[in-house]
């Protein structure tokens, strides 16, 4: 037997009487610090919790009061109470403290190694830039930018370099030195690791100012030394025998990947590869510096600016420094000309100048065009209401083209071209000013966004140039006297009546094209396009997949309207090949735009 259910009501549970919420006391964190560093900590209470933080709490007349934060039972960092943050905090600060006591105790190899265990320093300390800047040594810095700015001579006294400067600046950076140093020591064990803080190499590179450090660590056998650079915007890790900025993030981006770190604390780092080098050109290789601090310069700038600030919106500042960079493009364009056209010039050039520039510049002429290339592409796809893209990319290509051609046009013209890259360098030493760190600021939480908008309209295109060559390979296969169509029965029969006859199983498929067609001019007058195509995709191959391209068109009316315009216009160079009527029938855009304004993806 089964058992019976009680169908008797219960008596309802008493309700539990709530608990008062305990009062809250309304401080800052910078009031709690206070307090914990105070020696009166009488009224102060701390409570561990059960996520291994610490709960700080103080006693008023007999009461307990919240403050609302924790602190860290690891670091002792004070975080707010609430949130998940602090669990992540947590394990990551547990991680780090297993990761920094065997960090100082790797023994390193071979000093190959050298870039991968930076990027293991600095990503497992956690250091931040803020614990190595202020106020203070931001506005230093551009101080001794622009006073070498200003200097009208050699390319190395504009960007200084070890020696120019050092005695003007190293009475400035003592007080720097050992805070950096301390917050450099606080993340490591002190007994093994040196830090030595050299501010001798300060340069600008069109994107950052640079300030470097020598970390001296001693194994016992002998001294290696690490270079760390430290930028205002943030930290990246110089590698030496590569200029490449794509080179140094896919080291970083590895090592983010390999040890989890968040991407939140990644994207306020700033990396960049450095150009100090390049600039450093004296005699006859200003040329060849200016040809490559142009590579730099765009490639970086493709990478940085135009792909997070495709949606963007420009501030005056921001537009009055791209207005000088243009100048600087325009001025060049003229000064290459002028020398073109000055008789003169030849009777200064010497024949053994020529031939060195002959020799030295062909490899980055070929590098300029390979840096180039992804920046045409982003004028290619970019809006048309883009300013920055529009406004100084295509001038940057076009200066690049002219000297190209120019530099491939004789053996002196190349020379020349030279002279004209020196006198610009020279007379716009002036305009790159600190605010090219704001200007060209990058934003990596955009990337992902902006790619898969970019990555939309490159499939776009793809299936319209797809669409183009199908059409060609059709248009050859025809013959010149296209068959009249024929008038029957079948016209007045339903779509419905068609498409049964189209998939009966005794009615084979055309062979050839122009059979298909003959075929195709029979029905195409009477049948709903958008229910014929998915019906008949087996009776007529060829033809359907070009009718799935210009019918599997995305998102919304205006969009669609703008895809079959763009399709007219991408065909309209068969119109001398192809019938009028032909190019109707298989484009189906007439018929289309009468029966759907818009057909997304039809199940076929």
């Known amino acids: 037997m089964g058992r019976t259910r009680n169908t008797a009501i219960q008596p309802r549970k008493p309700r539990q009487p709530r608990q008062p919420k305990k009062p809250y006391l309304n401080i800052s964190i910078e009031r709690v610090q206070d307090l914990l560093d105070g020696t009166d ?148 064990n002190t007994s093994m690791v040196n830090v030595v803080v050299d501010f001798g190499k300060i340069s600008h590179d069109f994107i950052s100012i640079k300030v470097s450090l020598i970390v001296d660590i001693d194994r016992g056998d002998g ?32 090592s ?16 960049t590869a450095d150009a100090a080098r390049n600039m450093q050109c004296t005699g006859s290789r200003y040329f060849q510096g200016y040809i490559r601090c142009l590579a730099h310069f765009s490639n970086t700038l493709a990478r940085r600016i135009f792909t997070p600030y495709a949606n963007s919106m420009m501030t005056p500042n921001q537009k009055n420094i791209l207005s000088k960079l243009l100048e600087i493009i325009n001025q060049s364009i003229k000064l290459a000309g002028l020398i073109k056209n000055n008789q003169n010039a030849k009777r200064r050039i010497q024949k053994i100048e020529i031939m060195k520039y002959l020799d030295e510049n062909k490899v980055y002429l070929k590098l300029i065009e390979e840096c180039l290339e992804p920046i045409n592409k982003m004028c290619t796809f970019s809006q048309k209401d883009e300013i920055i893209t529009n406004f100084v990319i295509p001038f940057y290509a076009l200066t690049v083209e002219h000297f190209s051609k120019l530099a491939k046009s004789s053996d002196e013209i190349r020379a020349k071209v030279g002279l004209s890259a020196q006198e610009v360098l020279r007379v716009n030493s002036d305009i790159i000013s600190p605010e090219h760190c704001l200007a060209f600021y990058l934003d990596p939480r955009r990337n992902a966004k902006n790619q ?49 006859r189209a998939t009966t199983p005794e009615e084979q498929p055309p062979e050839t094209t122009q059979e298909e067609f003959s075929k195709y001019i029979l029905q195409r007058n009477s049948v709903d396009l958008t229910v ?28 669609s309207e703008r895809a079959f315009s763009n399709a007219k216009f991408l065909y309209r160079p068969n119109r001398e090949n192809l019938e009028t009527s032909f190019l109707e029938n298989l484009l189906l855009a007439y018929e289309a735009e009468k029966s759907t304004a818009c057909f997304i993806n039809p199940p076929i």
């Open 223 to 254: 001294t290696w030394f690490w270079q760390l650079s430290i930028v205002p915007i943030g930290m990246f890790v110089y590698k030496e025998e590569s200029k490449s900025a794509k080179d140094i993030n896919e080291c970083l981006k590895n």
């Open 256 to 271: 983010f990947s390999s040890y989890g770190w968040e991407p939140e604390k990644a994207g306020n780092s700033y990396f």
């Open 452 to 500: 898969a908008i970019l990555d939309d309209h490159n499939m776009n295109i793809d299936l319209y140039q797809q669409s183009l060559i199908a059409l060609q390979t059709i248009s050859t296969n025809l013959q010149l006297d296209q068959p009249v169509a024929i008038q029957s029965n079948i016209a007045n029969l339903d779509s419905m009546d068609i498409i049964a």
């Open 41 to 188: 900590v009488d009224n102060l209470k701390i409570f561990p919790t059960n996520d291994d933080m610490q709960k700080i709490e103080i006693e008023k007349d007999g009461i307990l009061m919240s403050t609302g934060y924790k602190r860290c039972s690891l670091c002792f960092a004070i975080l707010r109470a609430t949130g998940g943050h602090t669990g992540r905090h947590f394990e990551l600060c547990q991680l780090r403290q297993q990761d920094n006591q065997l960090l100082c105790q790797q023994i390193i190899p071979s000093k190959s190694d050298m870039k991968s265990y930076i990027a293991t320093f600095i990503i497992k300390t956690g250091l931040s830039i803020s614990l190595c800047e202020n106020s203070a040594l931001r506005e230093m810095l551009t101080n001794v930018i622009l006073r070498g700015q200003s200097d009208d001579g050699t390319i190395s006294s504009i960007f200084p370099g070890r020696t120019a400067v050092r005695e003007e600046i190293v009475s400035q950076l003592d007080f720097y030195k050992q805070e950096i140093k301390d917050a450099l020591t606080y993340h490591v």
């Open 532 to 559: 014929f195509w998915p019906a008949n995709k087996n009776t007529y191959p060829k033809l359907y997949k070009v009718a799935r391209k210009v019918f599997s068109i995305l998102v919304s009316e205006a969009t």
